[in-house]
């Protein structure tokens, strides 16, 4: 065979080569393709699965919220025989001299009616918002944090004559500040006290002095508690606290402790403790937390079986001591 009659077949060789490349770059094309139709049949099928919003309910009202301490939003709806009405009477609608009429009412006594509807406004300033007709809500700037205001949807012609359409809702705009209300203080009662005393082990005949300087023990408590001891937790104990300390150094810390007392008998029993009766949960569970200063404690605790017809007596001792530099 001669070199001629081997040309054409190299050359249909080269051919073939050449189109791989042509066939693949195709089936790219192709897929880029399927993937686009896909994605847009995918989103035609979500746009039709979402609810349709709903349309006018045909009633007519206005609805006032409040927006932030100086703004307020408000929405509303005119039926369609109230908005025949209007047109017959004051023309084309497009030029209809449509308004919001805002009134302030703080500092009044006023009655809201079915609904959480104004029925007899007794405002002390009011100020209008021309609105135009094609729009269905607008924001008003009140420029009153903590103030009341309700609005009204009406028509004010070239005359004057004022035309109500719709009354709202009243609403109440936030302060713009932090709120000056505080904690109450409260004043302890002297027979919390005295309980604490016989609860903590001290004689009830104590000295004044040493109950006078356990008491100040309590008052510097910073825990909080139940009953009488979450009595001495008020700010006002706090405050001395700290100040009495601020004058000594600058540099202050308070410990404190206390004991919790818990356990379960048989239901319907009586406890005492310290000489004080206890009230049992339904279960005959109880629980009471006491202060616990320095020194040794013994707690009688006594249970006895309802009917009387038994008893059990136990005594923790609670030894408490602390040391460091003060």
Not at 299 to 311: E, I, K, R
Request: glycine share 8%.
């Amino acid at each position: 065979m001669t070199r001629q009659q081997l040309k054409p077949k190299i050359g249909a060789q080269k051919a073939r080569r050449k189109y791989i490349p042509t066939e693949d770059a195709s089936s790219e094309t192709l897929i880029k393709k399927g993937l686009d139709e896909f994605s847009l049949l995918r989103q035609s099928r979500l746009r039709q699965e979402d609810p349709p919003l709903p349309g006018p309910y045909n009633e007519t009202k206005v609805v006032l919220l409040v927006r932030d301490p100086y703004w307020l939003y408000a929405y509303w709806e005119i039926e369609n025989t109230v908005r025949e009405d209007l047109i017959r009477e004051y023309g084309s609608w497009e030029q209809l001299p449509l308004m919001l009429r805002v009134y302030d009412l703080s500092g009044t006594d006023s009655d809201t009616g079915a609904a959480g509807v104004y029925s007899a406004p007794c405002p002390v300033s009011s100020f209008d918002v021309p609105v135009s007709p094609a729009s269905a809500s607008w924001y008003i700037y009140a420029g009153e944090p903590g103030h009341c205001f309700y609005v009204e949807l009406g028509i004010v012609t070239g005359s004057g004559r004022y035309h109500l359409i719709a009354r709202s809702n009243r609403i109440t705009t936030p302060a713009d500040s932090v709120s000056d209300i505080v904690d109450d203080e409260w004043m302890v009662v002297d027979e919390h006290f005295q309980r604490l005393y016989r609860l903590a082990g001290l004689p009830g005949g104590a000295s004044e002095a040493l109950l006078e300087g356990y008491q100040k023990r309590l008052e510097r408590a910073s825990f909080a508690g139940s009953g009488a001891i979450s009595s001495i937790s008020s700010p006002m104990f706090h405050k001395q606290q700290q100040e009495e300390q601020t004058a000594e150094r600058r540099f202050w810390l308070v410990l404190n402790t206390e004991l919790i007392v818990y356990g379960a008998t048989q239901p319907g029993a009586r406890l005492r403790i310290q000489g004080q009766t206890i009230t049992l949960q339904e279960d005959g569970t109880f629980a009471l937390r006491v202060a616990l200063p320095d020194g040794v404690h013994e707690l009688p605790v006594t249970a006895v079986a309802p009917g009387g017809t038994d008893s059990i007596n136990i005594t923790p001792i609670i030894t408490k001591q602390t040391t460091g530099r003060r």
